[in-house]
């Protein structure tokens, strides 16, 4: 038994997996509904072992934000077999790390450690996806690391602070406007018993997703995955994700954040755009791809040549959009000005460069390069089994299926000119749109940042 | 159950051991590198580093190599800055090149297919960029930037005001960005001198891992760097150590104060480094279960995290710490790893602690190696600190060795309570 223990801890990084041409990725289901992803990797003997559950910030009751998030925290606090904080020594003492995070459709719990130490990774997160134990004490305690969390990544940040309030604005109905970490006075007032029916009613089976990535086998997994959850009883707390939809955006909004700690004063435009939904990731292909082309470089995108090369009014410029979420998603976009250039002028500047890219569409030559690299990205993507663990079960997390998630690079290529500018005549609406500018106070006026503000993280880790 | 299980298989868990092969690999041209071959994916991940870094500049002309680094991809042989992005791309290649206190990296990943045009592109970008004034001036601004960001950024502020502390007249006592006005300064001139000072031949490190062979690897060395020139410029002295204990409070607006602490610590080759390594981990590691995490944070909620660390820069050894807390506890924060430090040199650790914090340190070594990319950044790292090539085989056997014997050693040696310096930056209560 050591030596098999030892032999498999040696990295035969040189040995021989035939090169597959994509990843092998099989899926199963338990019973109880639990949905089990494996993707093999043989190159090193190490696994990942995510959970994803089924909700997510944007599925708290109104009034309790960050309980999600709270209660991501709160799991690693101990069962009847676990003692208390003693879940992360465990796996620590096995070589192992392990974390979570919290975003507003899901809530991940993930480890990595030695493939021979599966059984037992899987045997705790089994345990605690039914067998919780809280005190008073854990919870109070907890409250206070959180509150320091939010001090740390959001209050201390003026520009986090800009964009949580720029979300706040964004979202006219749809519970994506409430960080993920919580507002303050809500995380302040947050307790055990929100916690514990929060937790009984979603952490079940049937509202997960298993994946386990690297030197495995699917019948390894399969064995092991009916062994330590296969017993979970389903809940029946679980009913479909409907939010609070967006209503028709008529009024663009606008909003200023002044804050004695900012520095390099910008202007963050953020439209309301659509996400990737299930069968039809059409439009989200095609504004990823409008991303890339509109600030996704800093020496060729249409921003950065109009902004910073052709003219000086910039430092910076970038474009953001993410369409992995159930409902509506935000296309972003940033520009810093150059030393002496107001930002009311960077903004009618930007407006005038999007106008233009309106009117002349892209450079051809500028999407296939994108094409390029969405095919080289395949590959690059393999080398990190990590990373498609994630993206299998962010995906699944947030309905897609297995296809779309398989077939997601495969629309990447396959946008086309046509497509971009009908996804930016469509989503470029300042209707639909918050425009924040991230100011230093005038001077002689006092200082308008509330530090009791709060701010909005994508994703919190615990 | 659990912890039955978690007991027999902490019994299997010694004789850990990683061993990749590593190939030691010389062009004809005399320039070596460290080589892990995969050909499992089609592309390569390279790393090479330059001794020296921003530590080579003199100080009316700090911030400059970290300048002409930032403009190397702005446009190389016939090619300007737009020309130069498109060639990278059109090859779906990646370049990073980053200048540090001890060196200036260059981090690439190219595909098998066209990997003799990506490693041109790259040479180019290396032995003839360009330069010009538009990107240079273009570049400075985007510097200049960062630099006024950083004056309202406290983690920036914290650990400036400690450099500035201890090392005095050595580079390492300012930023290697450089100042306003120096970089204000900076001429093409400056920045054509500091790429001949900095990219030598000299002085480079170079790893590969992926789909490429020893012999395909030596070639593209010499293409690579062949050209650079021979030496570069003489690399600075150690610096000195002029930080006395205390706290250093740095007024900053903000409901949260920001703590960066430390005192000297051991070099990487001292017959001790071992047991400090470990006795770190139990102490400051970032483990949840490390000591301060466990009486700051999850005891007592004053942080969201808190780590120390071992560094080891080419001319100076450290022991340091971060971590921030609200401004009404950082005093409290401050007092517990206070205690913490004197603890652990009176009373120890635990054989227990010792021995959990063994098998986390051999058992998550071989998870590093998890991938073309961390495989070549180790490697090149092992060169720069002088580890031998069979160092990946050895090196969990010394995490083993160490004793409570050596911890107890170690503690009193290292852990000084009387050295440790705090720089706060925000508006801490009662301090």
Redesign the interface.
């Known amino acids: 038994m050591p030596a098999r223990c030892g032999a498999s801890l040696v990295l035969a990084l040189a040995l021989t997996v035939p090169a597959a041409a994509e990843e092998p990725v099989s899926t199963f289901a338990l019973d109880n509904g639990l949905n089990v992803v494996v993707i093999e990797d043989h190159r090193a003997p190490v696994v990942v072992q995510m959970i994803w559950y089924r909700v997510g910030a944007a599925d708290e009751p109104a009034g309790d934000s960050g309980i999600a998030h709270f209660l991501e925290h709160l799991m690693f606090k101990g069962t009847e077999k676990v003692g208390p904080n003693q879940f992360s020594g465990i796996v620590e003492a096995q070589g192992g790390d392990d974390n979570a995070f919290t975003s507003w459709d899901y809530t991940a719990y993930f480890q990595r450690i030695a493939a021979d130490r599966l059984d037992l990774v899987m045997e705790m997160e089994a345990d605690r996806m039914r067998n919780l134990r809280l005190t008073e004490e854990d919870v109070a305690t907890e409250r206070q690391v959180i509150l320091e969390e939010r001090a740390q990544r959001t209050d201390s940040e003026p520009g986090s602070l800009l964009m949580e309030q720029m979300r706040a604005a964004q979202f006219l109905n749809h519970p994506y406007g409430v960080p993920v970490i919580g507002w303050r006075h809500e995380i302040e007032a947050l307790n055990r018993d929100d916690a514990l029916s929060y937790y009984e009613r979603f952490y079940a089976p049937n509202n997960a997703t298993l994946v386990i990535a690297g030197d495995v086998t699917p019948d390894e997994v399969r064995a092991l995955a009916e062994k330590h959850y296969g017993a979970i009883k389903p809940s029946d707390g679980i009913v479909g994700r409907k939010r609070p939809q967006e209503p028709p955006q008529l009024a663009e909004r606008r909003l200023s954040l002044a804050d004695e700690r900012v520095s390099e004063p910008y202007v963050y435009r953020s439209y309301l755009a659509p996400e990737r939904d299930p069968g039809n990731q059409r439009d989200a292909a095609a504004l990823t791809v409008l991303a890339e082309l509109l600030g996704g470089n800093g020496q060729t995108s249409v921003l950065a040549r109009a902004l910073q090369f052709d003219t000086q009014t910039a430092v910076y410029t970038a474009a953001f959009y993410d369409g992995t979420s159930i409902d509506d998603a935000t296309f972003g976009l940033v520009v810093m000005p150059a030393p002496g250039v107001a930002l009311d002028k960077a903004e009618a500047e930007l407006d005038r460069v999007l106008a233009d890219f309106l009117e002349k569409g892209p450079d051809p030559a500028a999407l296939e390069r994108i094409r390029t690299q969405v095919r080289a990205g395949e590959i690059y993507a393999r080398d990190s089994v990590e990373t498609l663990a994630r993206r299998y079960g962010e995906g699944l997390s947030i309905g897609l299926t297995l296809t779309d998630i398989e077939g997601w690079d495969e629309a990447l290529a396959a946008v086309t000119e046509d497509d971009v500018m009908a996804a930016a005549r469509k989503v470029l609406d300042r209707k639909a749109a918050v425009t924040g500018w991230l100011t230093q106070p005038e001077p002689g006026v006092e200082d308008s940042a509330d530090m009791d503000a709060s701010v909005a993280t994508e994703e919190a880790q615990q | 159950?659990?912890?039955a299980?978690?007991a027999a298989?902490?019994a299997?868990?010694?004789?850990?051991?990683?061993?990749?092969?590593i190939k030691e690999v010389t062009s004809p041209g005399g320039i070596t590198a460290w080589l892990?071959?995969?050909?499992?994916?089609?592309?390569t991940?390279l790393e090479i580093q330059f001794r020296g870094g921003t530590s080579l500049e003199a100080p009316e002309k700090r911030g400059v190599i970290n300048l002409m680094t930032a403009t190397l991809?702005?446009g190389a042989g016939e090619m300007d800055?737009?020309g130069?992005?498109?060639a990278r791309?059109?090859?779906?290649a990646s370049f990073s090149f980053d200048a540090g206190s001890d060196s200036v990296g260059v981090s690439a990943?190219f595909?098998t297919e066209n990997r003799d045009q990506a490693i041109d592109l790259l040479r180019q970008a290396l032995v003839s960029p360009r330069f010009d004034q538009d990107a240079v001036d273009?570049v400075r601004?985007?510097v200049?930037?960062n630099l006024?960001?950083n004056?309202?950024d406290?983690g920036t502020l914290a650990s400036e005001r400690f450099d500035r502390l201890a090392f005095g007249d050595h580079p390492y006592a300012s930023s290697g960005d450089g100042t306003i006005e120096t970089v204000s300064a900076l001429t093409r001139d400056d920045v054509v001198a500091a790429h001949d000072a900095a990219l030598a031949r000299d002085r480079v490190f170079v790893a590969a891992a992926g789909d490429i062979t020893a012999e395909e690897l030596g070639l593209l060395l010499d293409r690579l760097l062949g050209d650079l020139p021979a030496t570069g410029a003489p690399q600075p002295g150690d610096a000195p150590w002029l930080l006395p204990a205390g706290v250093t409070v740095v007024d900053?607006?903000?409901?949260?104060s920001?703590v960066f602490f430390g005192q000297l610590g051991i070099p990487r080759d001292d017959p001790d480094f071992f047991p400090a390594f470990v006795l770190n981990e139990v102490i400051g590691g970032g483990?949840?279960?490390a000591r301060l995490m466990?009486e700051v944070?999850?005891?007592?909620?004053?942080?969201?995290g808190i780590g120390t660390y071992i560094v080891n820069m080419d001319h100076a050894d450290m022991l340091l710490g971060q971590f921030?807390?609200?401004n009404d506890?950082v005093a409290e924060a401050i007092k517990v790893v206070q205690e913490e430090w004197g603890r652990v040199v009176s009373e120890g650790v635990t054989p227990e602690e010792l021995?959990?914090t063994k098998?986390?340190?051999?058992?998550?070594?071989?998870?590093r190696?998890?991938?073309?990319?961390p495989?070549a950044s180790i490697l090149v790292g092992m060169q720069m600190d002088g580890m031998p090539i069979d160092y990946v085989t050895t090196r969990n056997a010394k995490i083993e060795a160490v004793t409570m014997e050596d911890i107890k050693r170690v503690a009193a040696r290292i852990f000084k309570r009387e050295a440790l310096h705090f720089v706060v930056v925000g508006q801490p209560e009662g301090m």
Do not use: C, W
Request: glycine residues 4%.
């Open positions: 159950m659990i912890r299980v978690f298989v902490l299997l868990a010694l004789p850990v051991h990683a061993e990749i092969p892990v071959e995969d050909h499992n994916i089609p592309f991940a991809e702005e800055s737009r130069f992005a498109e791309d059109a090859l779906a990943k595909l273009r601004e985007q200049l930037s006024r960001s004056e309202k406290p900053f607006p903000s409901p949260q920001t483990r949840f279960t466990s944070r999850e005891k007592r909620g004053l942080t969201y921030s807390a609200s506890k021995e959990a098998t986390y340190l051999t058992g998550s070594y071989p998870l190696f998890d991938g073309n990319g495989i």
